[in-house]
């Protein structure tokens, strides 16, 4: 099964966000060019307090006209130095911003694609595809704008806070001191946020993974006249994230407007304070109002402070919820030294004392001390009824699970010994039911081996017979397939299986009710093309149509996750087992004769 490290749910709010950093370090010249950008904006910012004071205290009288001309000349200057690198500042942070989800959101897919199936049997695909989509965009506000914003504020708050100091020790003391009763119920509060955030994200997950179900099952919806009542279902799910994300926005709201008041209401205290020293003659106006600026910049800076780290906490629940998927560790893995198989490849297939049961269903056993043996170039069939076992042994074959006791060996080497995409290169999967892409027909098929050449896919269409259905589409091999390939056929979908298996042209080849859906004329003219391809090729094929079958080297019937019965159709037919049970019920006519034949 795989591993979920969903992480300790008491961190520190903002640390969530450590595992994005190496995202942003990938670009150091941008982070740089934004911190020089800010200094620089920053700088500019803090000399208009002290220019406003030399101007009150200097150039109100008869002799100052030309000092203030002067100083209003070099506040222009000073403004349009503050616009160029703030733009420039903004710049440089929304696109690292831009650049660093772009990255974390194909860091996370390819991470989802490495996972085994067990990761996904436990999972609900629209709950991922949210934490793709909505969590990222989260992300994304904090990388972008929300980092801008703190920075500014926070390069903003150290120097006005540097120059209040200097301004006015005394009254610098009084403000400063407050800064921490200020700040801690802000830490404390931000918390609260961040848990408010991630049960909002969490509903709204939800409500995406019922709406991705609904809308891939719309035509049984609305065959079943449940359009209603899954509207009203996906409407309490909205509700519900609703909620959630309103009792956030309630915290964060608390936590900027009682950043903002305590801020303000402590500078305003001070200034009041001053005013009494100006009164006294101890302090000038223009060391008052000079003092006056540098507070608000340093009240602004915290207001703001305490609305961006509301924000901060709200994207460290998305970034804690993705972190869990980057954390999952594959329990299917590439050993650290993969062994080699051989070549040319042989097509051996070993299964020795193998038992296994499903994650999500520990309790039951899908295989029993199974053991059995494939020949190169052997046609091995595996019947049985549902539950059988017979699509367990492709999925421990392929290596999407790995067997709790017992060996699978192809060609002689454990499959536990090598490297997963090595081991699916030598085996080809026509599947019961082929997942079709919204692409090209051309790509459905090249998916099977994406370098081929358009002829080599015209070529394997054809062998699966569904070159002519093709070529009669609009754009024939253009033809842009519906989801799920919705606008074919059943039996238009599998022969495009068909078609990509043997284009991938695999030495083992794994059928599981390769024609189950096609009409009679489609099904000969398939089993032609198989009878050929699996010359000198290795194929296991899982089969309800006993029928199709018939021509097999060796059926294995199957029960329970055992092997009960061995040999030929026409000598199990005689023995009068399990498999001549089975053909009796699909072989007797309308008569009651059965025809064993």
Same mark, same amino acid.
């Given at each position: 099964?795989?591993?979920?490290?969903?992480?300790?749910?008491?961190?520190?709010?903002?640390?969530?966000?450590?595992?994005?950093?190496? *995202?942003?370090?990938?670009?150091?010249?941008?982070?740089?060019?934004?911190?020089?950008?800010?200094?620089?904006?920053?700088?500019?910012?803090?000399?208009?307090?002290?220019?406003?004071?030399?101007?009150?205290? =200097?150039?109100? +009288?008869? !002799? #100052?006209?030309? =000092?203030?001309?002067?100083?209003?000349?070099?506040?222009?200057?000073?403004?349009?130095?503050?616009?160029?690198?703030?733009?420039?500042? *903004? *710049?440089?942070?929304?696109?690292? #911003?831009?650049?660093?989800?772009?990255?974390?959101?194909?860091?996370?897919?390819r991470h989802l694609?490495?996972?085994?199936?067990?990761?996904?049997?436990?999972?609900? +695909?629209?709950?991922?595809?949210?934490?793709?989509?909505?969590?990222?965009?989260?992300?994304?506000?904090?990388?972008?704008?929300?980092?801008?914003?703190a920075l500014r504020n926070i390069f903003l708050f150290i120097g006005a806070a540097v120059m209040m100091v200097k301004t006015s020790p005394k009254l610098s003391g009084l403000v400063l001191f407050a800064i921490p009763v200020i700040v801690l119920p802000l830490i404390m509060s931000g918390r609260a946020v961040r848990k408010r955030s991630r049960a909002a994200q969490d509903r709204l997950a939800d409500a995406s993974a019922y709406a991705a179900e609904a809308v891939g099952a719309v035509r049984t919806m609305q065959a079943f006249g449940m359009e209603g009542a899954t509207a009203s279902h996906f409407a309490g799910a909205a509700e519900e994230a609703f909620e959630a994300a309103r009792l956030s926005t309630t915290m964060r709201a608390y936590l900027t407007?009682?950043?903002?008041?305590?801020? +303000?209401?402590?500078?305003?205290?001070?200034?009041?304070?001053?005013?009494?020293?100006?009164?006294? #003659? !101890?302090?000038?106006?223009? !060391?008052?109002?000079?003092?006056?600026?540098?507070?608000?910049?340093?009240?602004?800076?915290?207001?703001?402070?305490?609305?961006? *780290?509301?924000?901060?906490?709200?994207?460290?629940?998305?970034?804690?919820r993705l972190g869990e998927i980057l954390a999952a560790k594959p329990a299917i893995a590439a050993p650290e030294n993969p062994k080699p198989l051989p070549k040319p490849p042989l097509?051996?297939?070993? =299964?020795?004392?193998?038992?296994? +049961?499903?994650? !999500?269903?520990?309790e039951l056993r899908a295989l029993s001390?199974?053991?059995?043996?494939?020949?190169?170039?052997?046609?091995?069939?595996l019947v049985g009824s549902s539950g059988a076992g017979k699509s367990t042994v492709f999925q421990l074959l392929l290596r999407f699970y790995d067997p709790e006791a017992g060996r699978i060996l192809v060609d002689g080497v454990p499959v536990s010994e090598i490297d997963p995409a090595a081991l699916r290169q030598r085996l080809a999967l026509v599947p019961q039911?082929?997942?079709? =892409?919204?692409?090209?027909?051309?790509?459905?098929?090249?998916?099977?081996?994406?370098?081929?050449s358009e002829e080599e896919v015209r070529h394997a269409a054809t062998l699966a017979s569904a070159d002519g259905f093709i070529s009669a589409m609009p754009e024939g091999y253009r033809t842009v397939i519906g989801e799920r390939g919705v606008t074919l056929s059943g039996g238009q979908r599998q022969r495009i299986a068909i078609a990509r298996a043997i284009l991938k042209d695999a030495p083992i080849l794994l059928l599981d009710e390769a024609t189950s859906a096609l009409d009679a004329e489609s099904e000969r003219k398939v089993q032609e093309a198989f009878d050929r391809l699996m010359?000198?090729?290795?194929?296991?094929?899982?089969?309800?149509?006993?029928?199709?079958?018939?021509?097999?080297?060796?059926?294995?019937?199957?029960?329970?996750?055992?092997?009960v019965e061995e040999g030929t159709h026409d000598t199990l037919f005689a023995n009068g087992g399990l498999y001549a049970r089975l053909a009796r019920l699909q072989f007797t006519d309308a008569e009651g004769r059965v025809a064993a034949e």
């Amino acid at each position: 099964m795989a591993e979920q490290n969903t992480g300790p749910r008491a961190k520190a709010p903002l640390s969530a966000l450590k595992p994005l950093i190496p *995202y942003a370090l990938a670009y150091k010249g941008r982070i740089v060019a934004a911190l020089a950008a800010l200094t620089v904006a920053s700088g500019a910012t803090l000399v208009i307090p002290n220019a406003a004071r030399r101007i009150i205290d =200097f150039g109100f +009288s008869e !002799t #100052g006209r030309a =000092f203030i001309d002067a100083y209003f000349g070099v506040m222009f200057v000073v403004i349009g130095v503050l616009a160029l690198a703030s733009a420039f500042r *903004y *710049y440089c942070v929304i696109t690292l #911003g831009e650049r660093v989800v772009a990255d974390l959101r194909a860091a996370v897919f390819r991470h989802l694609t490495s996972l085994d199936p067990a990761f996904f049997d436990q999972s609900k +695909s629209g709950e991922l595809v949210s934490r793709l989509t909505a969590d990222t965009t989260q992300v994304k506000a904090a990388f972008g704008v929300s980092i801008s914003i703190a920075l500014r504020n926070i390069f903003l708050f150290i120097g006005a806070a540097v120059m209040m100091v200097k301004t006015s020790p005394k009254l610098s003391g009084l403000v400063l001191f407050a800064i921490p009763v200020i700040v801690l119920p802000l830490i404390m509060s931000g918390r609260a946020v961040r848990k408010r955030s991630r049960a909002a994200q969490d509903r709204l997950a939800d409500a995406s993974a019922y709406a991705a179900e609904a809308v891939g099952a719309v035509r049984t919806m609305q065959a079943f006249g449940m359009e209603g009542a899954t509207a009203s279902h996906f409407a309490g799910a909205a509700e519900e994230a609703f909620e959630a994300a309103r009792l956030s926005t309630t915290m964060r709201a608390y936590l900027t407007g009682g950043g903002i008041f305590l801020v +303000s209401a402590s500078v305003i205290g001070v200034l009041w304070y001053g005013a009494q020293d100006v009164l006294a #003659g !101890t302090m000038t106006a223009g !060391t008052l109002s000079q003092f006056l600026l540098y507070a608000v910049f340093v009240a602004s800076s915290l207001g703001q402070l305490s609305e961006v *780290y509301g924000e901060l906490a709200q994207a460290a629940g998305a970034a804690e919820r993705l972190g869990e998927i980057l954390a999952a560790k594959p329990a299917i893995a590439a050993p650290e030294n993969p062994k080699p198989l051989p070549k040319p490849p042989l097509g051996t297939i070993t =299964f020795e004392n193998v038992s296994f +049961s499903y994650p !999500t269903r520990p309790e039951l056993r899908a295989l029993s001390d199974l053991s059995l043996n494939v020949a190169p170039g052997e046609r091995v069939a595996l019947v049985g009824s549902s539950g059988a076992g017979k699509s367990t042994v492709f999925q421990l074959l392929l290596r999407f699970y790995d067997p709790e006791a017992g060996r699978i060996l192809v060609d002689g080497v454990p499959v536990s010994e090598i490297d997963p995409a090595a081991l699916r290169q030598r085996l080809a999967l026509v599947p019961q039911e082929p997942t079709i =892409f919204a692409t090209t027909v051309l790509e459905n098929i090249r998916y099977g081996r994406p370098e081929a050449s358009e002829e080599e896919v015209r070529h394997a269409a054809t062998l699966a017979s569904a070159d002519g259905f093709i070529s009669a589409m609009p754009e024939g091999y253009r033809t842009v397939i519906g989801e799920r390939g919705v606008t074919l056929s059943g039996g238009q979908r599998q022969r495009i299986a068909i078609a990509r298996a043997i284009l991938k042209d695999a030495p083992i080849l794994l059928l599981d009710e390769a024609t189950s859906a096609l009409d009679a004329e489609s099904e000969r003219k398939v089993q032609e093309a198989f009878d050929r391809l699996m010359e000198g090729r290795t194929t296991l094929v899982i089969a309800h149509r006993l029928a199709t079958i018939r021509s097999a080297d060796r059926i294995l019937v199957m029960d329970q996750g055992r092997i009960v019965e061995e040999g030929t159709h026409d000598t199990l037919f005689a023995n009068g087992g399990l498999y001549a049970r089975l053909a009796r019920l699909q072989f007797t006519d309308a008569e009651g004769r059965v025809a064993a034949e």
